[in-house]
Nanobody, 121 residues
């Protein structure tokens, strides 16, 4: 069982930055690929970024790769999402998720409760 807790969301002006964190419980964090997703009001959840269990590989939604960076610290059981040049359309609840199947399967076993990011114009 893995429990995920996101933090770092908040209200930011357009053009600003935020860094989201996702802290995982358990001693097996380093065996999970991790992903970030987001869901805006009235929209379906969408993929943002993912990182392999070792941190050596990552990939992004095409529209976000120039502004967002995913990273992880396995010693701290934490995955991060650095978001720069934020836009109002980035407003959403951001979720982290853990996958035992790897970075490319798109299948995630555990989800956090989400953290709200609001970007004002």
């Amino acid at each position: 069982q893995v429990q995920l807790v996101e933090s770092g969301g908040g209200l930011v002006q357009a053009g600003g930055s935020l860094r989201l964190s996702c802290a995982a419980s358990g001693r097996t964090f380093s065996s999970y690929a991790m992903g970030w997703f987001r869901q805006a009001p009235g929209k379906e959840r969408e993929f943002v970024a993912a990182i392999s269990s070792s941190g050596s590989k990552s990939y992004y939604a095409d529209s976000l790769k120039d502004r967002f960076t995913i990273s992880r610290d396995n010693a701290k059981n934490t995955v991060y999402l650095q978001m720069n040049s934020l836009k109002p359309e980035d407003t959403a609840v951001y979720y982290c998720a853990a996958s035992s199947l790897g970075i490319t399967t798109g299948q995630y076993d555990y989800w956090g409760q989400g953290t709200q990011v609001t970007v004002s114009s």
